[in-house]
């Protein structure tokens, strides 16, 4: 572990230093890019209600991270090579043992862990036509496996990712993730499941075809070995209607178990959002169905790929279902460029909870994001948010989060 932002820092800015004077030409140094990325993250969640003894009432704590991302362009003929960096540092600005567990900083309720934490990535890549291979450090973007970047450090894994796009309107994707470090730790572990579970082994296939610029399908297989096997079917459209423009998102996930470790899943996920848009306004109804006597099944921290996925709930309980009405608004159609805000309400309903019944939750969130346009703060957003959780399956939650975001390009 690095011991501060000098040592973090220098050691990533060392790696091209250190390049072969062959590949300090061509578009390996012309087509690079470097940024660094200063957030600052200020966390309250206040458990409300609680009568347990000796029960947190509350997780607060404030911390500052620093990514340093350099990427290279890749080297000339027929096969181009590069090589990506990133570099990461969490400091600890204020916890305690009775508020720690945010999931900013590598704690827990009891022990307010480590003032810093740090980790160098490295990513190996090849590119042949309009396909990339990459190999090392990952941070998949796809809807059957979405890495997470929702507290101070983001989540990465450890494998190879391919994208083939050799087929106009074509895209496809293979790859193995075989560890991962999660968002506050710089350990590499097995791959967890939410249901639990491990492996070190995620292999997943699929792609999205665009018949018509407004039009896609996706089809997706992941596999968690010895855990989990999900398809996933995707489709999108859009339509535009006068001033308005109208969109759909359909996700259909079909979930069984898999291998030796015998967790008895046969889950069906149904979710669908829909969207009107015009100026700066957007409308949008979610719906959802976990369909299954078990909840949803996905890779441990990551974004599932559905519609009521929000801020602290996922509404993806066993045989939950669940409605979503959101409002959006971009302040620059009425002259504050930077300024965008958000209302949603999600309730949930006819949540197997086993001997106590039925159960119902609801969350409620604000958003208000503000990002300076010009001056000496360009690039610089500033965002808050809050959330209101009452549920039958949880302890009752009231959350505030104060985000900084600057982000620096270097070159």
């Known amino acids: 572990m690095h011991k501060g932002i000098t040592g973090i820092l220098g050691a990533s800015l060392g790696c091209a230093l250190l390049l072969p004077t062959s590949l300090q030409a061509g578009g390996f140094i012309e087509d690079s890019s470097a940024s660094l990325q200063l957030r600052n993250f200020y966390f309250n969640r206040d458990f409300r209600g609680s009568s347990a003894p000796n029960a947190q009432s509350k997780a607060e704590e404030w911390a500052q991270g620093v990514v340093l991302r350099a990427e290279s362009g890749y080297t000339p003929g027929a096969v181009g090579f590069g090589l990506d960096a990133q570099a990461m540092l969490g400091i600890r600005l204020d916890s305690d043992d009775q508020r720690a567990g945010t999931g900013l900083l590598p704690n827990r309720y009891g022990d307010q862990g480590p003032a810093e934490y740090s980790q160098l990535l490295m990513t190996a890549k090849a590119k042949v036509s309009n396909s990339t291979l990459r190999i090392g450090s990952l941070y998949p973007q796809l809807p059957i496996a979405q890495a997470s970047d929702i507290r101070l450090l983001p989540q990465s894994y450890s494998g190879a990712m391919l994208q083939v796009g050799e087929i106009d309107n074509l895209d496809l994707q293979a790859g193995q993730l075989r560890e991962t470090s999660y968002r506050a730790s710089t350990d590499r572990e097995d791959i967890a499941a939410t249901l639990g579970g491990s492996s070190d082994r995620f292999n997943y ?35 535009p209607l006068g001033d308005w423009t109208l969109g759909a998102n359909l996700a259909w996930f079909e979930t069984r178990d898999h291998g030796s470790q015998r967790l008895t899943i046969d889950h069906s996920m149904k979710s669908l959002m829909l969207s009107a848009a015009q100026g700066g306004h957007t409308l949008r109804l979610g719906y959802q169905h976990s369909d299954g006597d078990t909840a949803f099944p996905y890779l441990r921290e990551n974004n599932p790929y559905i519609a009521n996925y929000v801020q602290v ?44 019944g039925r159960g119902k939750e609801w969350e409620r969130d604000l958003d208000v994001t503000y990002a300076f346009q010009t001056g000496p703060l360009k690039n610089l957003s500033i965002q808050w948010r809050n959330a209101m959780v009452r549920s039958d399956a949880i302890r009752d939650i009231d959350e505030n989060r104060l985000i900084l975001n600057y982000k620096i390009a270097l070159r």
Request: hydrophobic share 40%.
């Open 313 to 356: 709930l996922d509404f993806a309980r066993a045989d939950e279902k669940s409605w979503q009405a959101r409002y959006d608004f971009d302040f620059a159609t009425v002259g504050i460029p930077g300024l965008k805000a958000l209302a949603r309400y999600i309730r949930g309903s006819n949540i197997d909870m086993g001997a106590a």
């Open 205 to 239: 296939l699929g792609g999205s075809y665009r018949f018509t610029p407004q039009t896609s399908l996706g089809l997706w297989r992941g596999q968690l070995q010895d855990v989990y096997r999900q398809d996933l079917v995707n489709l999108i459209h859009s339509q």
